[in-house]
């Protein structure tokens, strides 16, 4: 089954909260992430595995 990748408003949707508040999350390595592009506009991509990770971290 392939996985799946969600869009960082897509994630952010999801956690219930803004999406700056889940970039700043993926920056700081505390949610995992791929970066699709260098620079001041990257692109962030998680995956949904990823996803449930952070939660069931959070929720502990």
Known sequence: MPTRLLTVRQAAERLGEHPDTTRARLRSGELRGVRLSNGPRARWRVTEKAL????????R
């Open 52 to 59: 449930e990770a952070f939660v069931s971290r959070c929720t």
